[in-house]
T-cell receptor
Framework: SQQGEEDPQALSIQEGENATMNCSYK?????LQWYRQNSGRGLVHLIL?????REKHSGRLRVTLDTSKKSSSLLITASRAADTASYFC????????FGAGTRLTVKP | DVKVTQSSRYLVKRTGEKVFLECVQD?????MFWYRQDPGLGLRLIYF???????EKGDIPEGYSVSREKKERFSLILESASTNQTSMYLC??????????????FGSGTQLSVL
């Protein structure tokens, strides 16, 4: 069964606004990762946060992890039209499990 | 640059055919994965391998098998293709640090249509 569940399923914002996506998972994890997928292509790794970390930054990306709530969030600040893509969280326990993704549309 | 190569971008097969999807990585990674992706369902793990000749079932192994004879190559086999196996298939590889999988590197995917 899928480990991660992203919320919302779809998000539409204007360029310059911030985008927040959430991920909930079911069991204990070693780390949680976020990936991006442009239409019909393979996934690209964005950021990894370990189970003993609470927050991590990479450029315009900010990821938080709350292991007590089994949830994570991905914040993209000052969004651009080029950020339009699907975003997936993935959790590592014994293998790598992905959620169904959030489809982000950034309007110019 | 890191590369995971899937042999075909698009593939059309007939029901009942035996189908081979090939994946090759050039990063000397121990771990390799096969996922299928369907609209609204995200990525579902079919099989994975942490070493040569080793395989583990994922969530949806029924109707599939895998082969890993060499470290760089991980093949997905549809023994008798069916229409419900029409999907995007994604291969990935990663380094295992002994504690956790570091990031996965994905191929571009194979869109398989079974008629």
């Amino acid at each position: 069964s899928q480990q991660g569940e992203e919320d919302p399923q779809a998000l539409s914002i204007q360029e310059g606004e911030n985008a927040t996506m959430n991920c909930s998972y079911k069991t204990s994890i070693n780390n949680l990762q976020w990936y991006r997928q442009n239409s019909g292509r393979g996934l690209v790794h964005l950021i990894l946060i370990r189970s003993n970390e609470r927050e991590k930054h990479s450029g315009r990306l900010r990821v938080t992890l709350d292991t007590s709530k089994k949830s994570s969030s991905l914040l993209i600040t000052a969004s651009r039209a080029a950020d339009t893509a699907s975003y997936f969280c993935a959790t590592h326990q014994n293998d790598m499990r992905f959620g169904a993704g959030t489809r982000l549309t950034v309007k110019p | 640059d890191v590369k995971v190569t899937q042999s075909s971008r698009y593939l059309v097969k007939r029901t009942g055919e035996k189908v081979f999807l090939e994946c090759v990585q050039d990063m000397d990674h121990e771990n390799m994965f096969w996922y299928r992706q369907d609209p609204g369902l995200g990525l579902r793990l079919i099989y994975f391998s942490y070493d040569v000749k080793m395989k583990e079932k994922g969530d949806i192994p029924e109707g599939y098998s895998v082969s890993r004879e060499k470290k760089e190559r991980f093949s997905l086999i549809l023994e008798s293709a069916s229409t419900n196996q029409t999907s995007m298939y994604l291969c990935a590889s990663s380094v295992f640090t002994g504690f956790a999988n570091e990031k996965l590197f994905f191929g571009s995917g194979t869109q398989l249509s079974v008629l």
